[in-house]
């Protein structure tokens, strides 16, 4: 039985698979899916320092045992910014590194399943989504999950000034290293 996906596609179940898993998450007011292979992994949130004159994006550095993860907001990326009192209670995907840049996490409000089975995958075109970031719309049950590409999610400017702010941390940490040897 066909299941409409998006835009003038039409998906048959059974047609085409999506063979890998998937991370389910909610943030920016939906559901969200990225490859699995993409999360290295979960982790609760912490305090995070949050330098002036960031971009809008970054939600601040987490400290990971002495290395600054830089984590940017997932609602400022695709939609209204939620209120930042209840960040404590959410989750940050430590994302695997990629060719646009270095770690990254990204803060959701929730994760809802590290391991979940698409039954097709929609395809969207790149100039579909900001930077191309969606790269699909999974087929997951009756509901259709958007796909992030995790080296979509920043614009080049965005991934070099994140990278900028996260030399400049590593730099602070370092330094308190040196003082406390």
Do not use: C
């Amino acid at each position: 039985m066909p299941l409409p996906v998006a835009a003038g596609m039409v998906f048959n179940r059974g047609m085409t698979a999506a063979p890998q898993r998937f991370v389910l998450f909610r943030a920016a007011e939906g559901e969200w899916a990225m490859s699995a292979s993409g999360v290295a992994e979960v982790l609760p949130t912490a305090p995070m320092q949050r330098p002036a004159g960031s971009p809008a994006v970054l939600a601040g550095f987490l400290n990971l045992g002495g290395r600054p993860l830089p984590v940017v907001r997932l609602d400022a990326l695709f939609g209204p910014e939620a209120g930042r009192a209840d960040d404590l209670y959410h989750h940050v995907l430590r994302l695997t590194s990629s060719e646009a840049g270095g770690e990254l996490g990204l803060l959701v409000e929730r994760v809802t399943d590290v391991d979940a089975k698409a039954e097709g995958v929609a395809p969207l075109e790149p100039d579909q989504s900001v930077n191309g970031a969606l790269v699909g719309n999974l087929v997951i049950g009756e509901r259709l999950v958007p796909l992030l590409d995790r080296g979509r999610l920043l614009l080049v400017e965005e991934q070099r000034r994140i990278d900028d702010l996260a030399a400049a941390a590593r730099a602070r940490l370092d330094q308190l290293d040196q003082a406390g040897a």
